[in-house]
């Protein structure tokens, strides 16, 4: 996951159009109210700016992102077969969110759209406590100190990566590490671990929370505590963003009940770290939100959901009625909820249990019994990747039936198990629909040019369902607002007993290449009166963000080619025919954001294509440090700018997958190789290291002059070195570093590295660890 999982886009397959946008990450991933909070976005196929918006109120964002420097850790090499898997490479662009003062905690959402069509949508998480940015330096971990309580925004990025928090505690404080990562979409899977003053493991308090741990202790004594976290897998990337909230208790994590009726006052209760059954009334207000959050002082907050049915709390003393919302926890491990329900012969009810999607840990079971215990029916996940259960049942005699709600692992279980069960009728219930979408983004190519009575749809298609209850089996039409006028879309109804419909369009090549908010309503017959209702997706939107976007008339061509024994720190030059399809501009060529396999340090240039080009050869610089054997596939990307119909222009580009296209080679050992007598030196305080290195070559490179430099992490300042050339025929340099009062950190490795300063090129690395002397000789 790296993506936001529930959160859908359509693409578009068989068609010569422009490569879509994509984004993968904002970072950090939420901000403090009343701030205005710098973001980094990793976007793909931007060419240098997209367009950016957030939605919901309380929020502000810079209309355009732009390009920026990319944070890049190449990390440890990957070996086979891991290698062979694909990697995405987002580039980074600025811009800033400003939250209000008054903005709801919580989480927007946010998208991006260029010339090229729109994105998904990706979660931003509001918080009240002020929050720090991870120093980000390649190398050894080194922990950073922090002031509680705060919100830490970090990343485990490269591979293997492990971050470190440090912050004071008093003896007999409770600390809460709270780390947040899946529940925004991060597809890290967050491990959290807390060291005492000594370094000694602390054996803290565990829960987790939508696939996030939470850990909290009691301080067994004053000093600077630890708290390290890391991937499962200790893998890491760009995308692995988290937030760690650090604080001192007491703190609400759970409430019971999870929710209420319109209008009524529940008394709940709160239950956390250094906190026991706190009680507290809670008033729903009659509006029409279906949330309610309440903020406790000194203690945090708790959202409860506002029902419409009547509420039960268990346990209930005599059989319920129906509807009824039915309230209730697995307070200890292997317990068993038990509800009786009075039903009589043929009725039809709906019973649909909300658990982990309102933040509760539990992974409920659902079932109905009759009265001598024998089971009718049940279930457990109503589908792929949602747990909460939901079953339809129709009584086969009148009597009184259980229900019961249980935890699918008999070892869990505690205050904060809870869920809310609604039981409804389906017969009695009113005759209605509910329409809804698969996706909130959706990208529509150009393809004819003109519209006529005869038009066709082609493209993807958009999937509108429909939920039926109350026995509603009629037709429903479907009216589209927002789509530009020269657009013609098909399938416009949803037939009677159906139970969803694919819209596709045909879009005239003088359409404006655009993004538009669309909204499509469904009118069917209820009773004797036609009844509106307003499509929608999982996450409340109701509208999709679609995309115009034009064909690409440019292509480039390869020919299948294995370059078999390609020396690492050497250049690939790749061969291209150019397909322009009426293009006369210039165009750029450079590696594609999303490659089939890992680069492993494959780098390119930004190639110029002039006007009247018809082919070109476009170099890759393969790195000096190789896995000797493994088979590279590179993709390349070309760029142009299209003048449309109407004056604008765009930045429009064009990628291939496909075999013939690919840079393929089989890596070997490079040419030229770099040693030293000891892989660790020490430089003299304020003084002078000489360090001998010798160079091998191959005889091909050997009358070639070379460079031999010192290559230092980016964070380290106060280190020289002054390269020494390696003439022709020569093997051994000396490299005079001088320490210019630096003490580091030296937690990464400095390269020695060696390069041909003509001719054909070859690059070798060797790295090597420096340390300070305490004293100068």
Known sequence: MKRLAGIFGLVLTGLVRAEPPDIEYIFPAGGQRGTTVPVRIGGYYFHGQANFEMLGSGVKTSSLIKLTKTVWFEGPMILQPLSQRGEDYPKDHAGQVEIKKNATLGFRLWRCWTSQGTTKLLRFIIGDLPEVMEVEVDGRPMPQQVTLPLTANGRIFPREDIDIWSFEAKAGETIICDAAAKRFGSPLVAVLSIQDPDG????????????DPIHWFKAAKSGRYRASIHDAKYWGLQNCIYRLTLKRGPQIMSAYPLGGQRGTTIQAEFNGPGLLRHMAPVTLKPATEDRHTASIKNL???????????????????????PSILNGRIGKPGETDTWQIQLTEKDKITLDLAAAQLGSPLDAMLSIHDTEGKQLSANDDRAKGQSDPRLNFTAPKAGVYQIRVSERFASRGGPSFAYRLTVINTVTTKPDFKITLDAVHFNLIRTTDTLRGDSKPSGPKLKINVERSGGFKGEILLAIKGLPGTVQFFNTGIAANKKFTELQFAVPQKTKIAAHRIFIKGIGLLGDRNATRTASHSTGLEHVLIGIVPAVPFKHVGQYRIVT?????????????????????????RLADKQIRHLQGVTDRYLNIPADAVDFKFPVDFPPRVEVGRTSRVQVMLIGELTDFDGTRHQISYTSNARDDQLISVAAAGMVSVKTQADSFTVPRNGILQIPVSISREPVVRNQPMLVELILPEHVEGILAEPATLAAGQSVVTLKIKNCKSSG?????????????????????KEIELFVAEHSD
């Open 200 to 211: 000694n493991p602390v054996h803290a308090k565990k829960t987790v929370r939508g696939g």
């Open 745 to 765: 950190p030296f937690n990464a490795p400095f390269k020695i590295r060696a390069h041909t300063t003509t001719g054909p090129r070859h690059v070798a690395e």
């Open 300 to 322: 945090g907050s708790a959202t409860f959901v506002v029902g419409e049915h009547p509420e039960h709390l268990e346990p209930a003393p005599s059989p319920v009625s129906v």
């Open 565 to 589: 024994g390609l020396p690492g720190g050497t250049t690939f030059l790749r061969d291209y025919r150019l397909e322009r399809g009426g293009f006369k501009g210039p165009l750029t060529v």
